[in-house]
């Protein structure tokens, strides 16, 4: 057997070596792999920037187990006009559904029956009780989720939208299956009364303020929704309706790796309904269900969710509401205004009735910037030249706000076909 | 609270006097507002070391960021990004935040502040390529919001090492040391791996004759720490060891008793090299996942090391040690410079098979025939971690052989045994060499007592002689109950036949090789398998010297598949007989197994007739058919005149597709 030197000397390498001299440094890259990310699972919220001229509400909820829960259907944006900066919002969510391969909801949630909460659709979804409204292309609620007033009140001012979630959510409580009213309001009784029905025989499809609603669990589908309002006490005593103050308004608490966070779900609740909600949840020792990561802002950032006077630069809110935002809201929330584009001082937009308000908004951007957290606009994320769904993603290290940049794919791009035998420089 | 900023370096420049292109382009895709979530701060122009312009851009980006991060990113991040005038190196990516944390992924740098993003894994030259501002900025927004998050660095992803690397490696015997517990200084010889003046990688010889320089080298194991690689680079041992106190190691504890084991005559002698390991843990459980090993160099002998940490003193005399008794608390080795060098282990047997997603596999294994085939086989084998080898070759490497071969043109004149063991026994230095016998087999199995022996103890015989009388012998005349195997091409060269014998050899080659023309005679897709080669080459002036035109890519493709087949089969019991068939434009390789039949044996008289399952039951099924009448037709086989032996493997219903009787003595 040659050994090794003999061979090394037959094909002329010296054995013999220098002296170790060499000591140069360089600098060195190391090898983060940044471009192959695990997909985490999580929960998922999702605002919808609706119009850039109407105020409007839509928000979806993606569970971790593959559920959907749908709060309002608005589609308000002027698709012809190119300065509607709005979204497709029946294409949006007919695309979203058709990418989980869904026909539709689990639970679709109407906080009420206001136009700005449930315009077109008509066109959208697919209604039990009229068969002018079944055609194949249109999605299902799942289970219909509505405050007690959209069975019981009788208006005239209702969009024929409206008026047919108003005719599903009767037909399907008549029928007994596929709805869930919140609050057992008398007038409820009543109307049940009205079609030979009784609040027993109709028990476990109703829930009132102060419960869960039994449909989702923190077990099964890591969160569970807790209802603040309407009331029904209130609404017994309650003459004139104001749909505002009785629309739904909850708490998602999501759990996710054992961590919890929540959202406030504050559709277009004002001050007034709002302190009384801190008021009642304090008298039944439920702060925790008032607590709040996720802040879905009553009313397109409107200064009457916190109190009476718009003021110069700042609202001031009523001292339960001030509670509820600074004392309930958490280190590194995320506040949504479902809206237009915050006006600037000055403007015609600033002197406008109509919400959003620049003053409330200055009350939010100092409230979140206290906690380290985020204010978002609707029709402001990340520009308010191309707004984008506001994407909060929730996992076990509470919410995280999306903040993917809006321009050319390819501009982003930059990873390269892999090779084998590729390594880093 | 508004975060306090370290300055950027250079002097603060209007934008539109940037000079270097990324710098400019980077600036102008922050300053048309086109991009969210980045507000441009500032530019800057300086020089670097060299004397280079330096231009840098400060900005600050919106991270991405969950309410509860795992490392303390803020929400806005304030950055600095420098282009260097050259462009030959990644642009480097600061935190001018003056508490930015200690993260994975960080650049070492000389200076702890500020820190340096590490962004890439990919060489500069390919990133360059593909480089865009928006692309830059979302690259640094996404450390940054991975990091926030805590998996910038990948549950799926090797943990980081412990230090960043300086070029220099160094290439130690895969078992210098029994354990990181071995208490045993090594002596080792080092010298550059090439004579080449840049070469930064070092390569280790046991033998003190081997030249170089003389090194002693000792290992410890430090404590298991959660991994957070080091991000200073300790220039001394005393600073050594002050990272290693971090994790509760006492470096110059644990060095006192190996030095002092070191043997007098090396002490002035010999260089200190220190081989540590860095047990690294992902979580804080410390739950060892991966152990990192690092090697420093002191450039110092054994001898002033242990002076310089209080183990000895010098005395009087020519390099006198006295042993210092206590502690010497300024004996902290501050003196004694280090240099990182990031260690290698020579490639083992299970290192090899490891590298080539399998399990080594030390198979005792007689090869016969070490021709182009056979030395592609072998070498792919055990480059893989397979076989303890006996090579069976009487050839000597010729020019044209090299065309072919897994030798190169080096070993021209050597025999093909010796040079291919040599060859093989490189892969894994510290595993037992291949023994090469240069010699015919025929011939050597009778009076090579080495190659009986090696016959005797082996678990596998491989023939790949190319010769129907080499695998006859093997199927026959060795007494051992090794399995046989064969493997061979075609005369074209476009298909590879392997036999192997199942590991009670109930079927034999023999018999297997029988099956196989039977397979080929039957088989309308194996019409061409036996036609002659196109062409051949005369080499020498025999008449014999002639050799088939083949091209060396058919050969290693067909070793290619052998040694992955044979690897397989060796681990089944079973028999098995596969052909495949090479075919052209494009390069198509299409399999052929042939179902192997149990075979019954009957003497008659001073014959042996082997009649395989297969053609009893097809005599049975014509019998029944022809009843009562005579079943008639021919038996196809073949004869082995010399060993009086007779194979029937078919009763055809019909006639073999071509004529292969005649040519394979069926």
């Known amino acids: 057997m040659l050994d090794r030197d003999t061979r090394r000397e037959k094909i002329g390498i010296s054995v013999t070596v220098a002296h170790i001299a060499l000591w140069t440094k360089i600098s060195w890259a190391e090898s983060p792999r940044t471009d192959k990310y695990l997909r985490f699972n999580m929960h998922k919220l999702t605002f919808y920037p609706l119009g850039s001229n109407q105020n409007a509400d839509t928000t979806l909820i993606d569970l971790d187990n593959g559920k959907k829960v749908l709060f309002d259907f608005a589609a308000v944006a002027n698709l012809s006009d190119p300065n509607d900066k709005g979204i497709d919002l029946p294409k949006t969510l007919g695309d979203d559904l058709s990418d989980a391969s869904k026909s539709g909801y689990d639970i679709t949630a109407f906080t009420h029956l206001d136009d700005d909460h449930t315009r077109g659709s008509d066109e959208f979804f697919y209604f039990d009780h009229s068969k002018k409204h079944q055609s194949g292309d249109r999605y299902s609620f799942g289970t219909l989720w509505v405050p007690a007033n959209t069975i019981t009140e009788s208006r005239n001012d209702l969009t024929t939208a409206s008026k047919l979630i108003q005719a599903e959510a009767r037909y399907r409580l008549e029928k007994g299956y596929g709805v869930r009213v919140f609050s057992r309001a008398k007038k409820l009784e009543d109307w049940l009364k009205s079609k030979g029905l009784t609040i027993e025989s109709r028990k476990h499809l109703i829930t009132d303020a102060g419960q869960l609603a039994p449909d989702l669990t923190l077990d099964d589908d890591g969160v569970e929704f807790f209802v603040h309002a309407p009331f029904a006490w209130r609404q017994d005593e309650n003459t004139l309706i104001d749909r505002n103050g009785d629309s739904l308004v909850m708490q998602a608490t999501f759990k996710f790796n054992q961590q919890i966070t929540r959202f406030f779900i504050g559709a277009d609740v004002a001050h007034e309904p709002l302190s009384e909600i801190v008021r009642i949840s304090k008298s039944h020792d439920n702060e925790d269900r008032l607590l709040w990561d996720v802040m879905g802002l009553p009313h397109h950032c409107s200064y009457l969710t916190l109190g009476p006077e718009r003021g110069k630069d700042k609202t001031e809110p009523v001292e339960d509401v001030e509670w509820l935002f600074e004392t309930q809201g958490q280190e590194g929330c995320i506040i949504v205004s479902s809206s237009k584009p915050i006006p600037s001082k000055g403007t015609e937009a600033d002197k406008d009735k109509q919400p959003p308000h620049r003053q409330a908004a200055n009350y939010y951007r100092e409230v979140a910037s206290d906690k380290d957290g985020e204010f978002i606009v609707t029709m402001e994320h990340p520009k308010v030249s191309a707004p984008k769904p506001v994407v909060v993603e929730i996992t076990g290290l509470g919410a995280k706000l999306k903040k993917t940049q809006v321009v050319g794919s390819a501009a982003v791009t930059s990873v390269a076909a892999p090779r084998a035998g590729l390594r880093a420089g | ?666």
Request: negative net charge; hydrophobic residues 40%; glycine residues 6%.
């Open chain 2, 1 to 666: 609270m508004e975060d306090e900023h370290l300055d950027a370096g250079g002097l603060i420049i209007a934008t539109d006097t940037l000079e270097l292109p990324r710098s400019r382009e980077l600036a102008a895709a922050m300053e048309t507002g086109r991009l969210a979530f980045v507000t441009h701060i500032e530019c800057r122009r300086g020089s670097g070391d060299d004397g280079d312009v330096r231009e840098t851009i400060v900005f600050d980006v919106e991270v991405e960021r969950p309410q509860r991060c795992m490392h303390d990113i803020r929400r806005i991040e304030r950055i600095a990004v420098e282009f260097a005038a050259a462009d030959n190196w990644y642009p480097e990516v600061i935190s001018l935040r003056a508490d930015f944390p200690q993260v994975p992924h960080l650049n070492l740098r000389d200076e702890e502040f500020p820190r340096s993003l590490c962004l890439y894994d990919q060489s500069w030259s390919e990133i360059a390529l593909r480089w865009t501002p928006t692309g830059f900025i979302e690259r640094i927004r996404t450390w940054l919001a991975e990091t926030a998050k805590g998996s910038l660095h990948q549950t799926d992803q090797p943990l980081e090492p412990v230090l960043a690397g300086t070029g220099l490696s160094i290439i130690l015997p895969p078992d210098l040391f029994a354990s990181w517990d071995d208490q045993d200084a090594k002596q080792l010889q080092v010298g550059t791996a090439t004579p080449e003046d840049n070469c930064r990688v070092f390569s280790t010889h046991p033998d003190p004759r081997a030249g170089g320089l003389s090194v002693t080298a000792v290992c410890l194991m430090a404590k298991p720490r959660q991994h957070a690689a080091i991000r200073r680079r300790p220039k001394t041992l005393a600073e050594l060891h002050d990272l290693l106190a971090i994790d509760g190691t006492d470096l110059r504890q644990q060095l006192r008793s190996q030095l002092e084991a070191v043997d007098e005559e090396h002490r002035w002698k010999r260089k200190l090299l220190i081989v540590i390991a860095f047990p690294l843990s992902r979580d804080a459980d410390l739950t060892v996942e991966i152990t990192d090993v690092w090697a420093f160099f002191t450039a110092s002998s054994v001898a002033e090391v242990g002076i310089a940490i209080g183990v000895w003193m010098k005395m009087p005399g020519d390099q006198q040690l006295g042993t210092v008794m206590g502690e010497m608390l300024e004996a902290t080795g501050s003196e004694i410079k280090i240099d990182v060098i990031a260690p290698q282990f020579g490639l083992s047997r299970e290192a090899a098979a490891a590298a080539s997603g399998t399990l080594a596999d030390p198979c005792r294994t007689v090869a016969i025939g070490a021709g182009a085939l056979g030395s592609q086989v072998i070498h792919l084998l055990a480059q893989s971690g397979f076989g303890s080898w006996t090579i069976v070759d009487e050839d000597i490497l010729a020019p044209h052989n090299v065309a072919r071969h897994a030798l190169s043109p080096m070993w021209i004149g050597w025999s093909k045994a010796t040079a291919l063991a040599q060859e093989v026994s490189e892969f894994y230095p510290t595993d037992v060499s291949p023994t090469p016998i240069v010699d015919d087999f025929m011939r050597a199995s009778v009076r090579d007592e080495k190659l009986k022996e090696a016959v005797d103890s082996s678990e596998l015989i491989l023939d790949m002689s190319a010769s129907i009388p080499v695998a006859r012998h093997v199927a026959h005349d060795l007494n051992c109950n090794a399995r046989r195997a064969s493997l061979f091409l075609n005369p074209s060269g476009s298909d590879l036949v392997m036999l192997v014998e199942d590991t009670a050899r109930a079927v034999p080659l023999d018999c297997l090789e029988m099956q196989y023309y039977r397979e080929v005679a039957f088989n309308e897709s194996l019409s061409k398998h036996l036609a002659p080669p196109a062409g051949r080459i005369r080499y020498a002036r025999s008449c014999r010297d002639v050799s088939s035109t083949i091209p060396a890519n058919l050969v290693g493709m067909h070793a290619a598949i052998a040694a992955d087949e044979l690897r397989n089969a060796n681990r089944s019991g079973s028999a098995k007989a596969i052909i495949w068939q090479a075919s052209e434009t494009p390069m198509r390789v299409q399999p052929t197994e042939i179902a192997v039949h149990d075979v019954d044996r009957t003497q008659v008289g001073e014959w042996t007739l082997v009649v395989t399952a297969h053609a009893v039951g097809r005599l049975g099924e014509l019998r029944a058919a022809k009843l009562p009448n005579e079943t008639g037709g021919v038996l196809i086989g073949g004869y082995d005149l010399s060993r009086k032996i007779v194979y029937v493997v078919d009763m055809p219903n019909r006639k073999p597709c071509r004529n292969v009787l005649s040519q394979q003595g069926f």
